[in-house]
Every structure is written in C-alpha cells, then in structure tokens.
C-alpha cells in the first residue's frame, strides 16, 4: 500500500490530489511544541473528506528540550488531534530529526522524551509509533528500551535504499524516496499494515 506524507511543505489541495492519484493513506504533520502546522487543519479536514475508508494518520515533529517541554509538546499534540479523532486510523508518530538529538551522550535523555510523549498519546486512546532511520538508532535513541516499555509502538523507517537494512523489530511503515503527485513532491512510503482494516484506536 502507498501513503504519503505531508505538511505545510505541501499546498493546499495537495490531499485530495493525492487521494484522486490512489493514495492507501496519508500522514499529516500536526506541528511541535505549542505550534500547529500551517497547513494542518486544511489538509486534515481533506483527509477526513477524501480518504474515506483509506488511512488516516499523523505525525509531531519533536523539539522538547526537556521531559517538562515533552509533557507540553504531547499535550499540544493531543489538542490538535482530537477535533479528528474519530477519522484517525494510523498510529501518530514521533519524529525526533532535529539536528539538536543527535548527540551519542543525550540517547537516555532522547529516549526518555520518546518514552514521555508515548505515554501521552496511549493514554489519550491513541496508537503510537517512532519515525526514525538506521543511524537513529544505533546512535542517539535506545529502540529496545522503548519496545521493551511499549510494545506495540510503530516503526516508521526512513531509508532510501533499494535495500534497507533488516531492523531488529517490523517495520509498518518504509519511507523509500519523494515523488511528484500532480507537480507536488511529497514523500512516499510503503505501508505494510492496514491499519483501516484494525479497529480505530489500540493500544
């Protein structure tokens, strides 16, 4: 299945195109800290519009300095998603790229945010996951200790060779390169679980 990926990079209309060309799903940055995506709403309220019956799901671009901004940043998170609750389907994932992390000394502290920000959405009634690379994880997060405390966290790989490396644990989700839907580029990924066909939120 293919789902793409997109944030205020995309224009506006850009969801429903993406749809129109045959999309399975899309998943839609909602913002980091206390700031929303500029596009969010727009291409959320298309989603809900325009994948019906496909998937739905989205992703927060960490910045927390600290476990006080991981609590803030989770909570923001979760006011941003529950407008569109009911039309959300995928996990919503962490994606923790900010050239900040990626320090080998701060991987407990990385992972201790994960690990906060985690807690926040399954309490919430979300599923979760982990958008990361092969160099994250072998370098600046601990993905044992996450899978360890949470189980059923999503993977979401981020590697653009024709053969990625095979990860210690599944991967649901493969963002493989960028293509141009319509003259937008966006990121495409292949999705190897239906989440539509699962109930809407697991834990």
């Not at 839609?28 to 298309?46: A, E, F, Q, S, V």
């Not at 739905?56 to 910045?63: C, L, R, V």
């Not at 919503?92 to 991987?107: F, G, T, V």
């Not at 990361?132 to 979401?156: A, C, E, G, H």
Request: hydrophobic residues 35%; glycine residues 4%.
């Amino acid at each position: 299945m293919v789902v793409y990926d997109v944030s205020y990079c995309q224009p506006a209309g850009t969801v429903s195109k993406l749809a129109s060309a045959g999309a399975s799903g899309v998943i839609i940055r909602n913002g980091y800290m206390t700031k929303t995506d500029d596009l969010y709403n727009k291409h959320m309220t298309d989603a809900v519009k325009s994948f019906v019956g496909k998937m739905i799901g989205s992703y927060t671009y960490i910045m927390a300095n600290d476990t006080d901004d991981a609590a803030i940043e989770a909570q923001n998170t979760i006011k941003r998603l529950t407008p569109f609750k009911s039309s959300i389907n995928m996990p919503i994932y962490l994606d923790m790229e900010s050239q900040k992390y990626c320090d080998p000394n701060a991987r407990e502290k990385n992972t201790a945010l994960l690990l906060l920000e985690i807690d926040y959405l399954r309490r919430a009634g979300f599923a979760y996951g982990v958008y990361t690379n092969q160099s994250f994880i072998q370098t600046y997060i601990k993905l044992d200790v996450i899978m360890s405390r949470f189980p059923k966290t999503s993977l979401w790989l981020a590697d653009y060779r024709s053969k990625p490396y095979n990860p210690e644990y599944p991967v649901d989700i493969w963002q493989t390169g960028t293509k141009t839907v319509d003259t937008v580029k966006v990121d495409i990924n292949k999705c190897y679980v239906d989440f539509y066909g699962r109930n809407k939120f697991f834990k």
